[in-house]
């Protein structure tokens, strides 16, 4: 199946389902897991060819009653997920790699493609050509597997279209680096397109920090092990972990390229680019929690309810203390006036 | 005793609702923009009080536009240009110094003009600049969503923001005057009675300056 993605050393357990891409493990295998594995490899090879023989689709899916042209797309998906899912959601589906040893994992969480956002896709819609048929190609051919080559005409779904990801991607340093763990890195690096569902307005916040985060974390995992030094100069570190998406501070500040990853020397450290008067990042969340508040409630009740306020937002200390001085000052000549009308008053009566 | 009419029910009515919506709007402005202190409201609270007594005031606001367009309340706002700057000089003149000296107030009122100069370009800067700016901006900030990325060069809600803080602080300023100039009637309640009551009461006879603005006795 999708041979470019990410190689991952399997240890036999099931992945997390929260997880957007699996947890890569390395290190030197026992010489006995190596053998089990490559058993289980053996096994599985035989499986595939007596599943391909029969790789037609399943009676029942073609059997689903369907009433107009969408339904039968959807239908047909359905059945050409179904017959490739007869191999590929068994979670042991993997083989070694000739060239470098390593098990490639080819199984897919069945659960998780169906809530993905590619979940009503037909499998060959991505993994087209030779992919129809079975045995499949070792390697994807050229255009196979290409985000952009689908996407770049749907980007009235997105607030800036998939050339600027793409371009942004190009300028990130996963794909700069010239560092061994980011060669070959993709977009399904990040986003593995059997799980990927991006964050909906109306979700909670939490929430999509921890989902944004898992997928840094997927592999920068020991970053926030519990002996890890790192961002120790951060204030409340955790709390900023659980609160703010990692991207946030590690992509361009001024412009909104949330692809566009920065080195850790590059990325923002300046507090104040969220903390100040001139808070561009508070701005970014103001409008997106306003969003979040419409679809939620409504346009009406958000007029009364509206959750979006970020305290901090409206605020500018210059105007604030140059504010609270007129004030001040207003109210002593105020009461000063009133004082002199009262002695006035007071002297024209004794007068 | 001569009163004069010159507070129509509806006027008093919207000018304490006003004044009820600025002291609730003031009190859960505060308490969001210095979130955090225990004598403010709870933010939550102070969150809805805000948007409520915001959406009441726009209602307020445009009832009072059209209402005193329709009504002869709208004459009180006709700027006099061709005395304006000698009525300007004569009651600043008043309130710096002939308040002191006791003298007479050198505007009267009538019914054909209940408003001094001064009064009459700050009740004009208040409810046709600063107020309709203040509800904008206030539903602008709401609804930030469909407002364009930047206006002028600057993100657009720190533009919003800082508008509808900057004219919030100069009606806060304005209602602090406001109080404090209603004391300098001719005795330090009369003005606030007049607005309880409608009827604006001087002991000293007032010169007719046409004779359609002649007082009429106190029913």
């Given at each position: 199946?999708?041979?470019s993605?990410?190689?991952?050393?399997?240890?036999?357990a099931?992945?997390?389902?929260?997880?957007?891409?699996p947890?890569?493990?390395?290190?030197?295998a026992?010489t006995?897991?190596?053998?089990?594995?490559?058993g289980?490899?053996?096994?599985?090879?035989?499986?595939?060819?007596?599943?391909?023989?029969?790789?037609?689709?399943?009676p029942?899916?073609?059997a689903?009653?369907?009433?107009?042209?969408?339904?039968?797309?959807?239908?047909?998906a359905?059945?050409?997920?179904?017959?490739?899912?007869?191999?590929?959601?068994m979670?042991?589906?993997?083989?070694?790699?000739?060239?470098?040893?390593?098990i490639?994992?080819?199984s897919i969480?069945?659960?998780?493609?169906?809530?993905?956002?590619?979940?009503?896709?037909?499998?060959?819609?991505?993994?087209?050509?030779?992919?129809?048929?079975?045995?499949?190609?070792?390697?994807?051919?050229p255009?196979?597997?290409?985000?952009?080559?689908?996407?770049?005409?749907?980007?009235?779904?997105?607030?800036?279209?998939?050339?600027?990801?793409?371009?942004e991607?190009?300028?990130?340093?996963?794909?700069?680096?010239?560092?061994?763990?980011?060669?070959?890195?993709?977009c399904?690096?990040?986003?593995?397109?059997?799980?990927?569902r991006?964050?909906?307005?109306?979700?909670?916040?939490a929430?999509?920090?921890r989902n944004?985060?898992?997928?840094?974390?997927s592999?920068?995992?020991?970053?926030?092990?519990?002996?890890?030094?790192?961002?120790?100069?951060l204030?409340?570190?955790?709390?900023?972990?659980?609160?703010?998406?990692?991207?946030?501070?590690?992509?361009?500040?001024?412009?909104?390229?949330?692809?566009?990853?920065?080195?850790?020397?590059?990325?923002?450290?300046?507090?104040?680019?969220?903390?100040?008067?001139?808070?561009?990042?508070?701005?970014?969340?103001?409008?997106?929690?306003?969003?979040?508040?419409?679809?939620?409630?409504?346009?009406?009740?958000?007029?009364?309810?509206n959750?979006?306020?970020?305290?901090?937002?409206?605020?500018?200390?210059?105007?604030?203390?140059?504010?609270?001085?007129?004030?001040g000052?207003?109210?002593?000549?105020?009461?000063?006036?009133?004082?002199?009308?009262?002695?006035?008053?007071r002297?024209?009566?004794?007068? | 005793?001569?009163?004069?009419?010159?507070?129509?029910?509806?006027l008093?009515?919207?000018?304490?609702?006003?004044?009820?919506?600025f002291?609730?709007?003031?009190?859960s402005?505060?308490?969001?923009?210095?979130?955090?202190?225990?004598?403010?409201?709870?933010?939550?609270t102070a969150?809805?009080?805000?948007?409520?007594?915001?959406?009441?005031?726009?209602?307020?606001?445009?009832?009072?536009?059209?209402t005193?367009?329709?009504?002869?309340?709208?004459?009180?706002?006709?700027?006099?240009?061709r005395?304006?700057?000698?009525d300007?000089?004569?009651?600043?003149?008043?309130?710096?110094?002939?308040?002191?000296?006791?003298?007479?107030h050198?505007?009267?009122?009538?019914?054909?003009?209940?408003?001094?100069t001064?009064?009459?370009?700050?009740?004009?800067?208040v409810?046709?600049?600063?107020?309709?700016?203040?509800?904008?901006?206030?539903?602008?900030?709401?609804?930030?969503?469909?407002?364009?990325?930047?206006?002028f060069?600057l993100?657009?809600?720190?533009?919003?923001?800082?508008?509808?803080?900057?004219?919030?602080?100069?009606?806060?300023?304005?209602?602090l005057?406001?109080?404090?100039?209603i004391?300098?009637?001719?005795?330090?309640?009369?003005?606030?009675?007049?607005?309880?009551t409608g009827?604006h009461?001087?002991?000293?006879p007032?010169?007719?300056?046409?004779?359609?603005?002649?007082p009429?006795?106190?029913?």
């Amino acid at each position: 199946m999708n041979a470019s993605r990410d190689r991952v050393a399997r240890q036999g357990a099931q992945l997390h389902p929260d997880q957007s891409r699996p947890a890569s493990t390395t290190g030197p295998a026992s010489t006995t897991v190596r053998a089990v594995r490559l058993g289980w490899s053996l096994a599985l090879w035989l499986c595939l060819f007596a599943f391909g023989a029969s790789a037609a689709p399943a009676p029942e899916a073609i059997a689903e009653p369907v009433g107009d042209a969408l339904d039968i797309d959807r239908a047909e998906a359905s059945a050409d997920r179904h017959a490739c899912l007869r191999c590929h959601a068994m979670s042991t589906l993997a083989y070694r790699d000739p060239d470098d040893g390593e098990i490639v994992d080819l199984s897919i969480d069945r659960e998780g493609l169906a809530h993905s956002v590619h979940g009503e896709l037909a499998c060959i819609d991505c993994h087209r050509r030779s992919y129809r048929r079975y045995p499949h190609p070792n390697r994807p051919a050229p255009g196979d597997l290409d985000c952009i080559g689908c996407h770049e005409d749907d980007d009235h779904d997105l607030s800036r279209g998939w050339i600027d990801i793409d371009a942004e991607f190009k300028r990130s340093v996963h794909a700069v680096s010239d560092a061994p763990e980011a060669l070959g890195f993709s977009c399904h690096s990040c986003h593995d397109p059997h799980r990927f569902r991006p964050a909906v307005v109306g979700e909670p916040i939490a929430r999509i920090v921890r989902n944004h985060n898992e997928v840094c974390l997927s592999c920068h995992m020991q970053l926030v092990g519990p002996s890890s030094t790192s961002h120790d100069w951060l204030p409340n570190r955790d709390a900023h972990w659980t609160s703010v998406r990692c991207v946030d501070c590690h992509t361009p500040v001024a412009v909104f390229a949330h692809h566009e990853i920065l080195p850790a020397e590059d990325s923002e450290q300046n507090c104040v680019s969220c903390h100040s008067a001139d808070p561009q990042l508070l701005a970014r969340l103001y409008q997106f929690r306003s969003e979040e508040d419409i679809a939620r409630r409504g346009l009406l009740a958000k007029a009364v309810f509206n959750e979006a306020y970020v305290v901090g937002m409206s605020k500018s200390p210059a105007l604030d203390r140059l504010s609270l001085v007129i004030m001040g000052l207003m109210v002593l000549l105020l009461a000063a006036h009133g004082l002199g009308r009262y002695l006035a008053r007071r002297a024209n009566r004794r007068a | 005793m001569t009163s004069l009419y010159l507070y129509p029910a509806w006027l008093r009515l919207w000018h304490w609702i006003n004044a009820l919506l600025f002291l609730a709007l003031i009190a859960s402005g505060v308490s969001m923009h210095y979130a955090g202190a225990d004598w403010l409201m709870p933010f939550a609270t102070a969150r809805v009080v805000h948007n409520t007594a915001g959406i009441l005031l726009t209602i307020a606001w445009i009832g009072f536009v059209v209402t005193n367009a329709r009504s002869e309340n709208a004459r009180h706002y006709r700027v006099r240009f061709r005395t304006l700057i000698g009525d300007l000089i004569a009651q600043t003149r008043y309130y710096m110094i002939g308040i002191f000296r006791l003298e007479p107030h050198p505007f009267h009122v009538t019914e054909a003009m209940k408003f001094n100069t001064l009064q009459q370009l700050s009740y004009l800067g208040v409810m046709y600049g600063l107020m309709p700016i203040l509800l904008i901006s206030g539903w602008a900030f709401l609804y930030s969503v469909y407002l364009p990325e930047t206006l002028f060069g600057l993100g657009s809600v720190w533009v919003v923001a800082m508008t509808h803080v900057v004219v919030s602080y100069l009606l806060a300023l304005f209602l602090l005057v406001h109080m404090y100039i209603i004391t300098t009637g001719e005795t330090v309640f009369s003005n606030l009675r007049a607005m309880i009551t409608g009827w604006h009461r001087e002991t000293d006879p007032p010169r007719p300056e046409t004779p359609a603005s002649a007082p009429r006795e106190t029913p």
